[in-house]
């Protein structure tokens, strides 16, 4: 009996102490490191870029995606849909108990301008990573290199202009301008990025002028509300003018076409009353006579054909025999 109780034990040492056993072993256990380090996840918003021994050899889309296992591919994911963004001239930390935001200026924020005044200029950038092959590859200090040539790029623009350009009319122009210059440098450098947004923060003289840019600044604004004014002014009263002569205009072209016209028929009126003199003068005379005193006589003043002084008719042609 003691022997047959033994006999189970004995039988699984037997088992283990065969090398088959442990070689068993190890192969499930290397097949189930290999099933884990053959898959990996992209996330939504990345992409990966996959090397083999080294290499580059693809770029995956976002899901889960399989690849040689043990460290023959690697794969390194790139937020390549996140806008990232660098501060210059300032840096945003958290103050006081309430975890409150605090700006602190840098000293990469002073800049020289074109008419040799001291200005200081905060501004961020905010980019997207275009080409994640270069962006892994293209540049060792990515960092540093995207603050380099945006430092660069603003110090030249502002470097070539005024200060009161700088600080007012120009600001929108400077923007645009270093986008576009930015985006020719990153390329040229292979960085593999993309600047969406420059944008200019705080544009202000040192401390020790500021006061004096400040009393600039508001009579700038003030000969500029001035001038707002003056055009209000002008589109109310010119329009009205404008209108007023117009009106005038057509009154006087109106009279000159009446004056016009009446003379016209003047005329008209006399060359026909010619024709019928021409035809027959004794007769055309007498019509005329007698429609020019039936219109007199017609009349309610009688001064034109009444005599005050002899108060008698005045000698007009006698009415009843012959001329």
Do not use: H
Request: glycine residues 6%.
């Amino acid at each position: 009996m003691a022997d047959e109780e033994k006999s189970p034990k004995r039988q699984r040492k037997n088992i283990f102490s065969k090398p088959s056993t442990y070689v068993a072993l190890i192969v499930i256990a290397v097949a189930i490191a290999a099933s884990f380090s053959c898959f990996y996840i992209v996330d939504e918003t990345e992409q990966a870029v996959v090397t083999r021994l080294g290499k580059y050899q693809t770029t995956k889309d976002a899901g889960l995606q399989f690849k040689l296992p043990f460290g023959i591919d690697k794969n390194y994911n790139v937020p390549v849909k996140v806008v990232q963004t660098e501060q210059f001239g300032f840096t945003t930390v958290k103050a006081g108990r309430n975890n409150e935001y605090r700006n602190n200026v840098t000293d990469e924020s002073s800049m020289l301008t074109g008419d040799l005044n001291i200005v200081d200029v905060e501004w961020i950038i905010q980019y997207r990573i275009v080409d994640p092959k270069q962006w892994l590859f293209g540049v060792y200090e990515k960092t540093s290199t995207i603050r380099d040539i945006s430092r660069s790029v603003i110090n030249e623009l502002v470097g070539d202009r005024a200060i009161l350009s700088v600080m007012g009319p120009d600001r929108e122009e400077i923007q645009n301008l270093a986008i576009d210059m930015m985006n020719e440098n990153f390329k040229n450098l292979g960085l593999g990025i993309k600047v969406n947004t420059v944008q200019l923060q705080n544009i202000v003289p040192p401390e020790g002028v500021q006061a004096a840019f400040e009393d600039v600044n508001k009579a700038i604004q003030d000969m500029n509300r001035f001038i707002n004014e003056g055009k209000e002014a002008y589109n109310a009263q010119v329009p009205k003018a404008q209108g007023e002569a117009d009106r005038l205009i057509q009154q006087a072209e109106g009279y000159a076409a009446e004056r016009v016209n009446m003379a016209k028929g003047d005329v008209a009126r006399f060359n026909a009353v010619y024709e019928e003199y021409k035809r027959s003068p004794k007769v055309t005379r007498e019509r005329i006579y007698l429609e020019t005193m039936e219109e007199i006589l017609s009349g309610e003043d009688k001064s034109d054909i009444i005599d005050s002084e002899l108060k008698n008719v005045l000698p007009v042609k006698t009415l009843g025999g012959t001329n």
